[in-house]
């Protein structure tokens, strides 16, 4: 028997696992382009959208991204910008689009990425993991480019013992005064953000914002695997490049 699911559906699955209602005021999660009774054989799961994910998506499918395509409301069509270039082309493949940001960021990933990429024990508050370690600062570090399987991070380094973590992916330095940890792990960190976290004698591990979150496609295909539907992981590519 075909396997083929109506949009409505995979959107009430994925809202019983993550509700929409918990996504941030600012945040814009849910169903972006397409409409609840389209049906689908794929569905593609991506961190982003962008040119790679665009070639490989067929036709008369459905994207669920980490990120929302639309933050702010467009009121042009041009395909000037990131936002109305990529709707675009979702339209003109018949492509849906949902997406799973902060909803997914307190329910899932977070925790997804501390314990099954990092490997470590603890307990989520909202957007915040904690564990407690017990390490040196550097062998924590060690074992955080090792786990992320990177060559360099950024760091400050404030204390020599890390008695206790805290972790964010993506961009989590607007939550640093809610921080009770000797050290943070986010991405995006700014310079003046650097400075601020010194003086609070807390150290900082930038684990970047698409080194981070790019596990959400693996993280959300255990929770979506088994739907009657056939899922792709394809993911998006880091805009950033070391030279």
Known sequence: MEKIMK???????LNEIS???????????????GNFEEEVKKVYLTLDIDES?????????????HHPI????????????????????CIKKNVSYIAMHTNFDKTHLNVYFATKV????????GF???????????????????????NYLKVVKSRNFVKRVAITTGAGMSLLPLIKADCFLTGDIK???AMDAKAKE??????????????????????????????????SQNPFNLI
């Open 7 to 13: 949009i409505k559906e995979i959107y009430n699955f």
């Open 19 to 33: 509700p929409f209602e918990l996504q941030e005021d600012w945040d814009n999660s849910g169903l972006l382009i």
């Open 53 to 65: 994910v665009m070639e490989k998506v067929e036709e008369n499918s459905l994207i669920i991204a």
């Open 70 to 89: 639309i933050f702010k409301g467009l009121k042009t069509l041009r395909g000037d910008n990131f936002s109305s270039k990529f709707a675009i082309e």
């Open 118 to 125: 990092l490997g470590l024990d603890g307990e989520s508050e």
């Open 128 to 150: 915040i993991f904690y564990s407690d370690v017990f390490m040196e600062f550097e062998k924590l570090v060690d074992l955080v480019k090792e786990r992320m399987k990177l």
């Open 191 to 193: 310079y003046h953000e």
């Open 202 to 235: 807390i150290s900082l591990i930038d684990i970047g914002h698409y080194e981070s979150e790019k596990y959400f496609v693996d993280c959300l295909y255990e929770e979506v695997k088994d739907l009657n539907v056939e899922i792709i992981k394809i993911n």
